[in-house]
């Protein structure tokens, strides 16, 4: 358990489809973070929050859109997805961007893009 | 541009050590990491080296050097449940982490 939890761990939608991916922390860090993996791929950096203020957007297409309520939600919004964009969604915290804090991952949501 | 290598896939022996290289290019140098991932689990923190040498935890020790660029994570007296990828990743000049692909480590009896 490393106090960070994701909904649903596995998706399966169609292109026209819009669902929401949901990360919850229970570690009292002000920075989160969304990451993309595929397979044999290095992680690629989606978004970053720190103090509920998105503070990076690495160039991902607007069909992903974030939400940051309060420091310990993030959420990942998707609509009209492609199927390149099947991979593992991470979460992660840390007590803030920058400095010399850990990232702490939560599970993953498996997604498949029909 | 910025490139953290390791290898794609070891295999190693139940009771054997066991080391994982990691190389790296990058816009300056804030930490490295080295975390642990299950098949389709968290990755989880495993060590954190921020000056050159070795740091032990336990089973596994991990290895910095700047100059080189390079670090290593090594993995004594080799355990099934250490089946696992391992990940690389440092922290550039913007306390950007840079990942690599990860290391697929196969234990085998």
């Known amino acids: ?114 | 541009g910025q490139n953290i290598d390791q290898p794609t896939e070891m295999t190693a022996t139940e009771g054997a050590i066991v080391q994982i290289n990691c190389t790296y290019q990058t816009s300056g140098f804030n930490g490295l990491f080295w975390y642990q991932q299950h098949a389709g689990e968290a990755p989880t923190f495993l060590s954190y080296n921020v000056l050159d040498g070795l740091e032990e935890k336990g089973r596994f020790s991990s290895f910095l050097s700047r100059s080189k660029g390079y670090s290593y994570l090594l993995l004594k007296e080799l355990q099934m449940k250490d089946s696992a990828s391992y990940l690389c990743a440092v922290r550039d000049s913007n306390y950007q982490l840079i990942w690599g692909a990860g290391t697929k480590l196969i234990i085998k009896p």
Request: with cysteine.
């Open chain 1, 1 to 114: 358990e490393t106090g960070v939890t994701q909904t649903p761990r596995h998706l399966v939608m169609g292109m026209t489809n819009k669902k929401s991916l949901k990360c919850e922390q229970h570690l009292g860090h002000n920075a989160m973070y969304w990451y993309k993996q595929s397979a044999k791929k290095p992680l690629e950096l989606m978004f970053v929050y720190n103090f509920k203020e998105q503070t990076e957007n690495n160039s991902v297409p607007s069909r992903f859109s974030p939400e940051c309520p309060n420091s310990s939600h993030l959420f990942l919004h998707l609509h009209t997805l492609q199927p390149e964009d099947s991979a593992l969604y991470l979460c992660a915290s840390s007590q803030e961007r920058g400095g010399a804090d850990t990232q702490y991952f939560g599970p993953g949501t498996r997604l498949t893009v029909l």
